[in-house]
C-alpha cells in the first residue's frame, strides 16, 4: 500500500511539473514570437487580466493579449520583442506592479515611446473591495493617487486620452461599485465589460 501511494504522489507531482513546463514555455513563446501588424489593425489592446475578454471595440480589425498576472514590464517586453502598429492602442495595465513592485509609470513611458500608433487610450487602475485592500495590502486611495499622476504626466501629450475608472461610475460612495464587480472584488463581471467597452467606443469614436 505505501508503494502506491509513493507512485501516485509521484505520478501527480510529474503532471503538476509539466503543467508549469508547457505554461512556462506557452509564456515565453507568446513574448518572443514576431508579429507585423501594419495601420489596417484598427485597435490594439494590450492589458493584463482587468479587460481579458474584452471585444467589440472597432468595427474593423481589432487585436487584444491579455497578460494574466503580468504587469507593464511584461508588456514593454512583448513591445520590444514584435513589430506592433495600429490606430488605437489600449493599454490597461497596473495593479499587478503594486504587488511586484514595478514602477508602472517608467514602464509605460518606455511602451509610449516604443509603439507607433496614432492615439492611446491609457485606461487607470480600477478599485478594489475592502477585502482586497487588506489582502494586496494598497488602498483605494493610494490607487486614485496612481490614477491622477497618470493624468498629470501623460494627459499633456495630444495623442494620448485617460480613462479614469474611478471618475466614471465604478467607484461610487467612497467604495467599490459591485455592481460591476466579480465575486473575487478584483475583475471585472460582464455588467463591467459592457460598461467599459461602451465607454472607450466613445473616446475612440471622438477622436
Partial sequence: MPSKVIV?????????????????????????FTLNLACDISTLILSDSMLNNLGGLSQHSQLAFSF??????????FIKNNHISCNTLVICVGINDYRRRINSLDYISKIINEIKSHSIILVGLFPISQQREKIMRVSNDILKKHNKLLISFYCQIPK?????????????????????????GLHLNSNGLNKIRSDLIQIIGDK
Wanted: proline share 3%.
Fill in 160 to 184: 494620448i486620452s485617460f480613462y479614469d475608472p474611478f471618475e466614471n461610475g465604478f467607484f461610487l460612495e467612497d467604495k467599490q461599485n459591485t455592481n460591476f464587480f466579480s465575486p473575487d
Fill in 68 to 77: 494574466l498576472g503580468g504587469g507593464s514590464d511584461d508588456i514593454y517586453r
Fill in 8 to 32: 501516485w504522489f509521484v505520478c501527480l507531482f510529474a503532471g503538476f511539473a509539466l503543467v508549469y513546463a508547457l505554461f512556462v514555455f506557452r509564456k515565453t513563446k507568446n513574448n518572443t
